[in-house]
């Protein structure tokens, strides 16, 4: 088991940037890829970036590419999702998840196992 806690959401002008954190506990955080999704009301979740259980190995959805940076620290269990250039179709609820790493990076949401409870990120125009 891991738990999934995430922060740094908030509300932000369009341009502006935010840094969302989520930090786990459990079991070792290194063996697991990591994956933030998003949520916006009415809408389905969707995939926004995953990265190795190393950091080494990142995927981007293609709106985000060039203005979001997935990142993780394992000597801190965290992992981090630096959000730059933001729009106003940014806003949603964001969501860090987490699945045992297999040696490929997932973008589908139902193959990831441990979820945090979301943070809130609002942006205005």
């Known amino acids: 088991q891991v738990q999934l806690v995430e922060s740094g959401g908030g509300l932000v002008q369009a341009g502006g940037s935010l840094r969302l954190s989520c930090a786990a506990s459990g079991r070792t955080f290194s063996r697991y890829a990591m994956g933030w999704f998003r949520q916006a009301p009415g809408k389905e979740r969707e995939f926004v970036a995953a990265?190795?259980?190393?950091?080494?190995?990142?995927y981007y959805t293609n709106s985000v590419k060039g203005r979001f940076t997935i990142s993780r620290d394992n000597a801190k269990n965290t992992v981090y999702l630096q959000m730059n250039s933001l729009k106003p179709d940014d806003t949603a609820a964001y969501y860090c998840a987490a699945r045992d790493w297999d040696g490929t990076i997932y973008s589908d949401r139902n193959l990831y196992k441990y979820w945090g409870q979301g943070t809130q990120v609002t942006v205005s125009s």
């Open positions: 990265l190795s259980w190393s950091g080494s190995y990142t």
